[in-house]
């Protein structure tokens, strides 16, 4: 079993800068074996994926925020982050991490989401 729990969102302006955190229990697993992501889902859009990590630390980050956001990961505190800069009224959404227990990029848990908005 995974629960996972996000929080750091909040209103910023266009060109500003947050950090998302996602809390992480696990029982059955161990977290540093677990593959974690980052998603979103703005409004009117599908949920999409924007940022991965596997368990070896490779991360694959999505073209629409290339060069502006970064996973990262703290294993001892069982912490997932999403470092988030010069960020766009585009960004606005509902931001969501997500654990994949058996790495085969199928994520079974999600938290309840933290919400972003940028304004412009």
């Known amino acids: 079993q995974v629960q996972l729990a996000e929080s750091g969102g909040g209103t910023v302006q266009d060109g500003g800068s947050l950090i998302l955190s996602c809390s992480c229990e696990?029982?059955?697993?161990?977290?540093?074996?677990?593959?974690m992501a980052w998603f979103r889902q703005g409004p009117g859009k599908e949920r999409e994926a924007i940022a991965l990590?596997?368990?070896?630390?490779?991360?694959t980050i999505a073209n629409s925020v290339q060069g502006r956001f970064i996973i990262s990961k703290d294993n001892e505190n069982r912490t997932l982050y999403l470092t988030m800069t010069n960020l766009r009224p585009e960004d606005t959404a509902m931001y969501y991490c997500?654990?994949?227990?058996?790495?085969?990029?199928?994520?079974?848990?999600y938290g309840q989401g933290t919400q972003v908005t940028v304004s412009s």
């Open positions: 997500a654990a994949d227990v058996d790495c085969v990029y199928r994520y079974g848990y």
């Open positions: 696990v029982s059955g697993y161990k977290y540093n074996r677990i593959c």
């Open positions: 990590l596997t368990r070896d630390g490779r991360m």
